[in-house]
C-alpha cells in the first residue's frame, strides 16, 4: 500500500469519534496516538527526610542496644503497663538484663533500687519497675514513652 493511500484514510480517523478511531483503518495504515509516556515518574526525595529518618533509627538503635541488669537475687514481674494492676506478662529470670526502650511514670514501686514510679518499657508491650532495674540514676535514662 502506498503512502497516499494511507493519508486519506488517516485524515478521515481524525475526524472520526474515538470509539470507531480505527474502523476504516486496514492492516497496513499507521495510526498515531501521539506521544504517550509510559515511565512512571521518579520519586524524588523530601529534603531533609531521609537524614531525620536515618538519625531517628540511629538513636532507637542506641537505646536498644544498652542492657541494663535487673536486682540481683530477684525475679521480677513483667507488666504490660506501668503498674501492678497491669496484667502479668511474664517473669524475668534471675540474672536478666534488659534494654530500656522509653520510660514512662505509672504506680510508685520499691524496690533495691529505691522508691520511684518510673517504669521502663523492656518490648512492646512489656514494663518493669526502674525500681529492680540498675540504670545508675533515680531519673529518666532515655525518652519518654508517648
Known sequence: MALEEVRPEIDDLAEAPSDTATAGAGPDTVVSLGAIDT?????????????????????????????????????????????????LVKVLPLGASVPINCQKPGERISGPYGTTNLWDNIANGQFVSDAYVRTGSDGYVTIRCS
Open 39 to 87: 515511565e512512571a515518574p521518579e520519586a524524588q526525595p523530601t529534603p531533609g527526610a531521609g537524614a531525620e529518618a536515618d538519625a531517628e533509627a540511629d538513636a532507637a538503635a542506641a537505646r536498644s542496644a544498652k542492657r541494663y541488669p535487673v536486682a540481683p537475687g530477684h525475679r521480677v514481674n513483667v507488666r504490660s503497663g506501668p503498674g501492678t494492676n497491669y496484667r
